[in-house]
């Protein structure tokens, strides 16, 4: 099956490629953590 990701972001790209060893059926989890956990809010 072909599996696609659209508007994907550095986070999701740099956490994608730090887990090589997880199977494609958990790689869309793990992009989609990377984008909850790479937004940071600045209130300065």
């Known amino acids: ?7 994907l972001s550095l986070p999701m790209l ?3 490629m730090n887990y ?3 199977g494609l ?3 869309p989890a793990t ?8 937004a940071i809010v600045d209130d300065a």
């Open 25 to 27: 059926d958990q790689l």
């Open 1 to 7: 099956p072909v599996r696609r990701v659209s508007a």
């Open 31 to 38: 992009a989609a953590a990377g984008t909850r956990n790479g």
């Open 20 to 22: 090589p060893e997880q």
């Open 14 to 16: 740099l956490r994608v």
